[in-house]
């Protein structure tokens, strides 16, 4: 399927004949998983040439990627379905950041769920609520506020934990950590989340466009409105006399260039 090529990220929509309404309809789906580009530092433990590559920083690099990746997966999510965030990392900035974030811009819109009764026999760990972000040079901080704007281009506000009533009411918790120690496996992310109503992005987008300056229909024009073109630029007959003058002058240029040249022939 070349869909599974596209940019996540503008990932296109589906449009499907609907007998109903007689005319297509966008597709939204029940499920939808957003495995998303990461930085891999879970699977350091198999993963030899990531040893190679891995600094740091490459957490802050993706997380605005992944930010929009899931914002894409929930403009495509159905109204009460469910979405799978996950990532083959354990760094905060590319998983629960991205979630609270998100949680935070739905305004209510998405809910993590509570999957705590489902496969019981996995053997797992809770989101964490807390966490530091490190800069390019080492320095660690704890909240945006502490970040100098130096850096401010490269450590987002969506990247540091929320506050605390924040954190408590998105239940950062219901986000699952599989730790490698765990059952002997690579470090993974997982969240759940389910649509309860349409995102407020998302409704702005279906919004239809209005125009600013609808044209007037043609038996209310009055004799000056007549006079204008559609893109509001000067008055048509102004443009219409600037034509003529330009023709004007042509034609005068052009009998001067006569005269001169009968002359000419004469004398010689």
């Known amino acids: 399927n070349r869909s599974s090529d596209l940019d996540a990220t503008i990932f296109p929509n589906f449009y499907l004949e609907s007998a109903t309404v007689g005319r297509k309809q966008k597709v939204q789906f029940d499920r939808i998983l957003c495995d998303v580009p990461c ?69 209510g819109a998405m809910e993590l769920l509570d999957i705590s009764g489902e496969l019981t026999e996995l053997k797992r760990s809770g989101g964490v609520h807390m966490w530091k972000v490190m800069s390019k040079s080492g320095q660690w901080f704890s909240s945006y506020s502490d970040v100098p704007d130096s850096l401010k281009s490269h450590l987002l506000p969506s990247m540091f934990p929320l506050s605390s009533d924040d954190s408590t009411s998105y239940h950062l918790d219901r986000c699952i950590r599989i730790l490698p120690h765990q059952q002997n496996t690579g470090g993974f992310f997982i969240a759940v989340l389910t649509k309860n109503r349409p995102v407020p992005w998302q409704r702005q987008k279906e919004k239809k466009p209005t125009l600013l300056l609808p044209p007037p229909p043609p038996s209310s024009l009055t004799k000056e409105e007549d006079n204008v073109d559609v893109v509001g630029k000067a008055p048509l007959q102004e443009e219409k006399k600037e034509d003529e003058k330009d023709m004007s002058d042509e034609e005068t240029c052009s009998k001067s260039r006569k005269k001169k040249l009968s002359q000419d022939r004469k004398s010689g």
Request: hydrophobic share 40%.
């Open 39 to 107: 930085s891999g530092d879970g699977t350091l433990r198999k993963n030899l040439v990531l040893w190679k590559r891995w600094v740091p920083t490459l957490g802050t690099q993706m997380h605005k990627l992944q930010q929009r990746i899931l914002c894409r997966g929930i403009e495509m999510l159905a109204v009460g379905g469910r979405l799978v965030y996950s990532t083959c990392s354990l760094n905060p900035v590319e998983n629960e950041a991205v979630v609270a974030s998100v949680l935070k811009m739905s305004q």
